[in-house]
């Protein structure tokens, strides 16, 4: 059945049901759902082409489209950090044509510094599930004597407000994350927002700052180099990228776990057996080995979390970002 007879029957059903015929056509007319996808799915990515997150949404989008039997088509919508995207989805039909894939900062990080969303992270959306996750790091100069999460701390706290730190954006997760680390450490340093991870990573390198946050996919390659050092991360367990490099954690640091990651969401009111349909080829796509060596590639760990974990986890980080902006006082400006 293609798209255009889908509808046509639709119609034919609302028109007998406005005249009060065929009870029976009324009570079945949701059942359209289970032709789903009967055309190609939208997938708006709300970051520029040519992005890491767009990277990754294009190599998920090509096997969800297999999973699902129709296209998955990439829509880039950026703007306001998300929240051009974000609200152009939240605003769609929920019938699963138009999906998106998005981090935290669409549903964690915009919510605690920008007052008025266009949306709200948690009654705007219909989560399908995670597809994976990045970790955030500590990096310094190769020529600071910092070696490890002690000798760092020990080291700033030796000379309070000497030194910086740089992040790729003001109201990222690399600031939320990098203030994360000062309030667990007691540490007093001076966050140097830059507009993106290169111009960060070239100060890094040329000692203009001593230390940033940056995601590990970001830094492989300069760590490969030598040009830098990590020197913790900041997410509760290590990276299959960098499995030598120990976490904040497990270094005394408990309070610190901050990563990014990467949801599959519709609008809300999505109906439930498209939800699981949704679900289950994220699932595969998830699974595919093919898929799975892409997206290491690229820097993002697959790591499937389901359309209930996926709001625990919004629900669970919504006040702690809300916390950590207030503290340091994070804005969107």
């Known amino acids: 059945m293609n798209h255009f007879s889908r509808i046509e029957r639709m119609t034919r059903t609302a028109l007998l049901c406005g005249l009060g015929l065929g009870l029976g056509l009324c009570a079945v007319a949701p059942a359209a759902a289970a032709d789903f996808p009967s055309h190609p799915v939208t997938l708006v990515i709300p970051f520029p082409p040519g992005g890491a997150t767009d990277v990754n ?4 989008a090509q096997r969800l489209g297999k999973e699902l039997g129709q296209p998955v088509v990439i829509e880039n919508r950026a703007g306001a950090g998300t929240v051009v995207g974000a609200s152009y989805v939240s605003k769609a039909a929920p019938d699963g044509y138009t999906l998106l894939l998005s981090s935290g900062s669409t549903f964690t990080v915009n919510p605690a510094i920008r007052p008025n969303l266009p949306y709200d992270p948690v009654k705007s959306f219909e989560p399908i599930g995670i597809a994976g996750r990045v970790a955030l790091i500590l990096l310094a100069n190769s ?23 740089g992040s790729f954006g003001t109201g990222t997760t690399a600031q939320f994350a990098g203030e994360s680390v000062l309030h667990a450490t007691g540490l007093k340093m001076t966050h140097v927002p830059y507009k993106g991870s290169a111009p960060a990573m070239t100060d890094l390198m040329g000692g203009q700052i001593q230390f940033s946050i940056d995601t ?5 390659p300069q760590l490969k180099s030598g040009k830098i050092k990590a020197i913790a991360l900041t997410t509760a367990r290590r990276s299959a990228l960098l499995p030598d490099v120990p976490t904040f954690a497990e270094s005394g640091y408990a309070g610190v776990d901050m990563d990014s990651w990467l949801l599959l969401a519709a609008p ?10 949704l679900e289950k080829a994220l699932v595969a796509t998830i699974a595919d080995p093919d898929t799975r060596a892409k997206l290491l590639g690229q820097g993002l760990e697959p790591a499937f979390s389901n359309a209930a974990a996926s709001s625990e986890l919004i629900n669970r980080e919504l006040p702690l970002m809300r916390a950590v902006a207030a503290r340091a006082n994070i804005t969107a400006d």
């Open 143 to 165: 020529e600071v004597p910092v070696q490890t999460v002690q000798q760092f701390v020990d080291y700033v706290k030796a000379a309070p407000g000497k030194y910086s730190y």
């Open 268 to 277: 809300k009111g999505l109906p439930a057996d498209v939800k699981a349909r």
């Open 57 to 60: 949404g294009r190599v998920i």
């Open 216 to 220: 590990v996919s970001a830094a492989m």
